[in-house]
């Protein structure tokens, strides 16, 4: 992964984020992720930079992944709300 991309990466990771703590209710597939909760915010991203995140955000914890009953991986906070209500 090339400099820039590790910089989209972390950018994305933390509107993701971010989204999360005003959403903490939310969990969507990568392509709804991509298409709602960041075009709404005026982002426009490849679903590749996206999953990248999300792995990222696996990784510490912040996000959890499930699959849905059609095998869709779907992701949400992994966070309780009174924990990002706290910060």
């Known amino acids: 992964m090339t400099e820039s991309n590790n910089y989209d990466v972390q950018k994305i990771a933390d509107q993701i984020e971010s989204y999360l703590k005003d959403h903490p209710n939310a969990a969507d597939t990568i392509e709804g992720i991509t ?5 709404g915010q005026k982002i426009e991203v490849s679903n ?5 995140a999300l ?3 696996a990784s510490k914890s912040v996000v959890k992944c499930n699959a849905d009953l ?3 991986k779907v992701y949400s906070s992994n966070k309780a709300k009174a924990e990002y209500q706290t910060k």
């Open 55 to 57: 792995i990222y955000l």
């Open 35 to 39: 298409k709602w909760w960041l075009t």
């Open 70 to 72: 059609s095998g869709y």
């Open 48 to 52: 590749l930079i996206v999953q990248q």
